[in-house]
């Protein structure tokens, strides 16, 4: 029988190479890349896209007409759950006429919905010689169980299905592997914590004189201005208002002093009181929304133009545009209250406060003074190097394939 073959399933939510931040594409797209570098043998199977991003990946489309495949957001509502839908019961068709019983192959899902159609339409004989291997990206599970008991019951059941299905399960954190393990009844032996990766040859320190940043600062007239980014999705588990709120003392001390802050728009109500908030305070040239920037060399210029990533989300599973911030250079100033793992490591880039005292103490003291400031971004650089680049976190995903 010949080598394993790896099967990376794209969520269908958008193609890949995805166009918007899409966090889960992008680690498709970087998995895939760093498999393949090492040796692999990797195809993804993913939503057809007649405007695809140019690419050298190796995609098997699964088809779907461009007026579904080509609706992007969670603002489609119900339409983005019927796309699901779809996307998978055409997906789990494409995968039983493609795996052969003289081929062992490695099916690895990140979506619900794609692992429980495959399953569903599929038979144990066609995955005799497969195994279904399953990421929880899903920041829910992170939660205090009594919280999410009964969400887990109703919107997540397929995901709690799959994983006990699955020959193996990745997950981004310890606390997940506790409500897997403790309430999911999920053996811990068919459990792998294990981080997300960056693609560190993307997200780079540039220099200061690089041309993509001071055209940029032009472009955006903020030319003697000291900036603080934030990209994340619009709502409120992301805590873009408290951001704002936080900083609202050092704007009125300081107008030189801007937040620009990106991210696709999932609560229009609360992209609302955000900007109510900053029109009510006065601080509307203190304040920059960007948008929905794409991933890759354009993203990483914003982060370059900035002094710091400020970081105040309420929950998270594992978060990229953290690794990617560090990657690149820039400090992170990081709420307490988040449960990522390698902030018990000190020294890194990360600066971490309690309320919003300790918030402006870190801004003017390790932020603002370029010395302080410099040693944080080097720091972080060096961390996620040596432990975070995706050559290093793909031997974590398939350690016995060569």
Known sequence: ??????????????????????????????????????????????ISDTNRSPTNLPIEEVYLPDFISGKVGYSLGVFHKIKRVWYSFFLAMRLNRYIKKDQSY????????????????????????VKLYYTNHTYTWSLPWKEIEKLVRKKYFMEHYSMKKADLVFVLNENTVSNLIEFGKIKAANIRLIPNGVNTDVYKKLPVNDKRVLDLR??????????????????????????????????KSNPDLVLIYAGGIREDDYFVAINNYIKESQIEKNVIYAGELPPGEHLNTYYNLSEAFIFFSKSEGFSLALLEALSSGLPTVLSKNLEIGFIKETDIGILIFNNQEEFLSLIEKEILCSTRREHHSEKGCVFIENNYSWNKVVDKYFPDIS
């Open 1 to 46: 029988m010949s080598k394993i073959r790896i099967i990376e399933i794209g969520t269908g939510y958008t193609s890949i190479p995805a166009k918007v931040g899409a966090a889960t594409e992008i680690v498709v797209e970087e998995l895939a890349k760093s498999s393949i570098k090492k040796g692999l043998d990797l195809v993804i199977f993913d």
């Open 106 to 129: 490695i099916v690895h899902f990140h979506n619900q919905y794609n692992f429980f159609f495959f399953w569903m339409l599929s038979s144990a004989r066609k995955r005799k010689n």
């Open 218 to 251: 032009k472009e955006l007239k903020l030319e003697n201005k000291k900036i603080f980014f934030h990209a994340g999705t619009i709502c409120e588990r992301k805590n873009q208002l408290e951001i704002i709120q936080y900083l609202t003392p050092a704007f």
